[in-house]
């Protein structure tokens, strides 16, 4: 290799190392910059899944409190029911004539028993129908033969379901009719 050649070489070479060195400062500058977008970004979404955090603790006790005042909503309608139990048993215990007594504890369970029933209504508390038997909402206990019902009709009712609004809460226990 001539003197000129190598020279032309060595030139060319020192270019290369001076573009090879702006690069790499180009590359470092551009990799900070974006290691602080990255930064920026993961800070974000921290900070987002702090808040997230935060508000799912705020919403489950919201919604303990909610069903918390459910309760003493339902607890608050019970009492009367209670007082007019109690109401009829003290009034029951007064009177001396037994018959007349007994009678007055009845009617007083009766008109106990319709708060009851009413509490449950406004709570979304109703009795399973029993116009025909659904095994879904009915629990046979016992078959009969009865010539006064269509097979597979409800004959009795030994204790009777009830739903919370459209959710069975317990079965109804019935006597259904087998030919």
Request: aromatic residues 6%; glycine residues 2%; hydrophobic residues 35%.
């Amino acid at each position: 290799m001539g003197k000129h050649h190598k020279k032309k070489h060595e030139d060319k070479e020192n270019l290369q190392n001076q573009e090879s060195k702006q690069n790499q400062e180009i590359n470092v500058d551009e990799i900070l910059k974006e290691n602080e977008e990255l930064k920026k970004k993961l800070d974000e979404a921290l900070r987002a899944y702090a808040k997230c955090e935060n508000d799912k603790k705020i919403i489950q006790k919201e919604a303990d409190a909610l069903v918390d005042y459910a309760y003493e909503r339902f607890a608050k309608d019970l009492l009367p029911v209670v007082d007019s139990l109690e109401l009829a048993i003290a009034h029951a215990k007064e009177l001396e004539n037994k018959e007349e007594a007994f009678d007055k504890l009845v009617e007083g369970v009766e008109l106990t028993l319709k708060k009851m029933l009413d509490v449950f209504k406004n709570h979304g508390i109703e009795p399973v129908e029993h116009e025909e038997f659904n095994p879904e909402i009915h629990q046979a206990v016992q078959h009969v033969q009865s010539e006064e019902h269509e097979e597979g009709a409800i004959v009795d009712i030994y204790q009777k379901g009830y739903k919370l609004k459209n959710k069975l809460l317990r079965p109804s226990m019935v006597t259904i009719n087998k030919k």
